[in-house]
């Protein structure tokens, strides 16, 4: 995996370091972190960029999950502006024909940062990717309704999948695209390459894959040793969730980043943390039954499982030289 631009300016602004530090906090898929930000000087503004060079070829082709990983580190970019006492400026997508450059983020007016943005603030270091089991059941009916409504205020629809049935039924759909992924050689090389000391530690993914109804990714190669019966997987599921949007263009899965961020942290500071099971999202059929039967005339972009469970350590992130870059190194083109 290769970062796209040198750094030529080794000495950024502290906002600049600031909001680079919260962005690289995001989720990404397999922690690939598929971004890098570059800075207009004298804490002007910010930027986000994606890197091209760190996608998913195979699991991620058209850059879908790649540009949610983005609006996550778009959304805390938003949050650590407001931990300064300005409000955030956002323009998405702001040149058009150059796709890479997901968002521009500039100091608007001053105003104090509010209760909850503090509470986000404190979550955005304490979030984490959970993976098997959950210690207690579903999460409380007020809760979900909140998150609901923290996605709906970023434009995105989070819809819970609360009948047994239904969750089997989506289950069915994540196993189906999960057991493809597993016997597909070139995915399981891909999967591979993102674990290790720099994308996703081993510790991190020790667990048997399908501890629960909806299966989980196989990075280590754990499912073929022995399998787990169905009737272990129930315990533990925790809440079933989809977010998804009114479009599927690349501002949509900006807006799909930025209300799963804005979930996710609002989730993490009530000690409530999240699984993904993005598998039948990268296969095309599978999207498309997914999208009929949990998200209709939407475009599903996550699936997820919240619950409680004890904290995990943090996969580590790149450091940030090489990370952020000054924008005069993009605009002369290197
Ligand atoms: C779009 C997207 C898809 C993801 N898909 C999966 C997945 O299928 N399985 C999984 O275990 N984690 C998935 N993740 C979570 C990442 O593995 C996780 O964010 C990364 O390892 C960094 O860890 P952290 O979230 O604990 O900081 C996904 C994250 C994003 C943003």
């Known amino acids: ?14 906002a600049a370091l600031h909001l680079a530090r919260a962005a690289s906090l995001a989720p990404s898929p397999h922690n690939i972190q598929p971004w890098f930000f570059a800075e207009e000087g004298h804490d002007r503004g910010f930027e986000v960029h994606a890197d091209n060079g760190r996608r998913l070829l195979l699991t991620d082709p058209g850059g879908r999950q790649a540009a949610i990983a983005g ?3 778009l959304f805390n970019v938003r949050i650590a502006v407001r931990q300064l006492g300005f409000r955030p400026v956002v323009n998405v997508l702001p040149v058009p024909g150059r796709p890479g450059f997901l968002a521009r983020v500039g100091f608007g007016a001053h105003a104090p940062v509010t209760r909850g943005e503090a509470r986000m603030v404190w979550a955005m270091g304490h979030r984490r990717t959970h993976r098997g089991r959950f210690a207690s059941g579903a999460l409380t009916e007020s809760l979900v309704d909140d998150l609901r409504a923290q996605a709906r205020a970023e434009g ?13 039924l989506l289950a069915d759909l994540v196993g189906t ?19 290790g000391p720099w994308g996703l530690p081993a510790e991190a993914c020790l667990g048997h894959p399908d501890l629960t109804l909806l299966a989980g990714r196989d990075y280590l190669g754990l499912a073929h040793r022995y399998t787990v019966p169905v009737r272990n997987r129930r315990a533990g599921t925790g809440s079933v969730l989809v977010l998804s949007t009114a479009g599927d263009g690349r501002a949509d899965w900006l807006r799909a980043g930025q209300a799963l961020q804005r979930v996710l942290l609002y989730a993490a500071a009530r000690d409530a943390v999240a699984a993904f099971h993005t598998q039948p999202l990268e296969v095309p059929a599978l999207r498309a039954e997914v999208r009929a039967w949990f998200t209709p005339g939407r475009f599903p972009q996550m699936v997820l499982r919240l619950g409680h469970a004890a ?9 940030l030289d090489g990370l952020l870059v000054h924008e005069s190194a993009l605009a002369s083109g290197r």
């Open 177 to 195: 695209a999960e057991d493809r992924h597993r016997a597909d050689r070139g995915h399981a090389a891909e999967l591979a390459r993102c674990v």
């Open 71 to 73: 609006g996550a580190a």
């Open 1 to 14: 995996m290769t970062t796209a631009y040198r750094n030529p300016y080794p000495n950024p602004g502290h």
């Open 156 to 168: 995105a629809e989070l819809r819970s999948v609360d009948s047994p049935d239904r969750v089997e």
């Open 311 to 319: 904290p995990t350590p943090r996969p580590p992130r790149r450091p």
